[in-house]
């Protein structure tokens, strides 16, 4: 009976490890992606922003909590018309205390040139991958895929200066300053985005620490 309660536990620990090592790997559609989610902690991670200057998130350390939102680049109209949409509530989102950045696979120099309109946006850019795989969104787009956009004129490879041809999933993560992800929203279906009412809800939440209103009524049950 111990020996069967090991295994038991040795098997579920292995298969926790390959899940854990599955998530980050660049998966083979954006159906097998494995995002992270709420209650789950954020990689620390520092990209290159469109204005040339380095912005950092570090677990535990962050001044702000942030709004996280991966983008498929400035070439997707769908990412543009979801850019476009998400400034009525930037705003509001800066002044509820929220640093409110993008991540596409666009390179640096691109990032802000690609969009159709001008935005105010921190726009950041993960051209390796590195961070967009962390989160477990990252997947490779067919060949099949690549040389259809080539054909519309959009080269994966040019906008990224890299040879991956991976995507994110379209993704959105409202993380605390503690690297606690609080919401998380990503849809395999690039045309489905996160509507802004959404986000400001989910905002609210951490803003007024409802996530901790069970706790709280515990607590005052005991008094």
Known sequence: MKLTKALVFVTALLLSLTALADR???HASAEDSQPLLPG???PAFSLNAADGSTVSFEPGAAERPVILTF????WCPYCNLHLFELRDVEA???AMGFDVWFVSMDKPEVLAPSLSEEVTYTLLSDAS????RAF???FRVPDETVSRYQEHGIDLEEVSGETHHILPVPSTYVID???TIHFAYSNTDYKV???PAVLLSAAWALSADADERLVKQREETRK
């Open 129 to 132: 991958g590195e961070v967009t």
């Open 24 to 26: 980050t790997d660049v």
């Open 71 to 74: 983008y498929r680049g400035g």
């Open 92 to 94: 509001e989102l800066q």
């Open 40 to 42: 789950m902690t954020a």
């Open 136 to 138: 477990g969104i990252a």
């Open 193 to 195: 985005r996160l509507s």
């Open 177 to 179: 300053t503690d690297g």
